[in-house]
């Protein structure tokens, strides 16, 4: 069992919906835990970063942890043709020197 | 700001041909780096990381070797490339061990061995 399960997808919706991404984990030492946008042929950049559990918002993306659940989300509002992307969740333990990363989930928004 | 450079950005070698990528950070002091390898449709794979100057850590036994001469310098390295070596190589670096920091990630090398 990988330590971060990511549903590869691919997942397509219209314009205007909103999205869920979703990331399970098996290490319940995990405190940090992040979201990255990979755009086609580029570098991930970092989307959201959270500590622990909760919510946080950044404009029209939100960012849920369930530590009991061993379950995080991505929400994106009002998804435009721009949110195109490859979602990687991301995730460490207090002090760990090394990221462990789902395999990521290839998101298409249509105009 | 920091900024963190990666050359070149693309590169098609013969199998069998010696590599060498380039990942270089701008603004920091003593990061933390990473080598990562990207293959079509697939997650992260971390080959390597550095805590500092000619402090390696290999996570994946390969025919690819890093190596980290100057402290905002890291060098990926093969004497004789595979088939299998093809893939999307990123960087990424830390800020160092305060136990908050995240990854930031260079544009990568897109390598292809034909």
């Known amino acids: 069992q990988k330590e971060v399960e990511q549903d590869p997808g691919p997942l397509s919706v219209p314009e205007g919906a909103i999205v869920s991404l979703n990331c399970t984990y098996s290490n319940s030492a995990f405190q940090y835990f992040m979201w990255y946008r990979q755009y086609s042929r580029k570098g991930p950049e970092l989307l959201m970063y959270t500590y622990s559990s909760g919510n946080k918002e950044d404009g029209r993306f939100t960012a849920q942890v369930d530590k009991s659940s061993k379950y995080i989300s991505l929400f994106i509002r009002d998804s435009q043709p721009s949110d195109s992307a490859t979602y990687l969740c991301a995730m460490r333990h207090q002090g760990a020197q090394k990221l462990v990363f789902g395999q990521g989930t290839r998101l298409t928004i249509n105009p | 700001s920091q900024t963190i450079h990666q050359w070149p950005a693309t590169l098609v070698q013969p199998v069998g041909s010696p590599l060498s990528l380039e990942c270089t950070v701008e603004g920091t002091s003593n990061p933390n780096l990473y080598w990562y390898r990207q293959a079509a449709g697939r997650g992260l794979q971390l080959l390597f990381y550095?805590?500092?100057?000619?402090?390696i850590s290999s996570e994946v036994p390969q025919n690819l070797s890093a190596s980290r001469p100057q402290d905002r310098q890291f060098i990926l390295s093969s004497k004789k490339l595979l088939l299998s070596d093809s893939g999307f190589y990123l960087c990424a670096w830390t800020s160092g061990t305060s136990g908050t920091d995240t990854q930031y990630f260079g544009p990568g090398t897109r390598l292809t061995v034909l």
């Open positions: 550095s805590v500092g100057i000619g402090q």
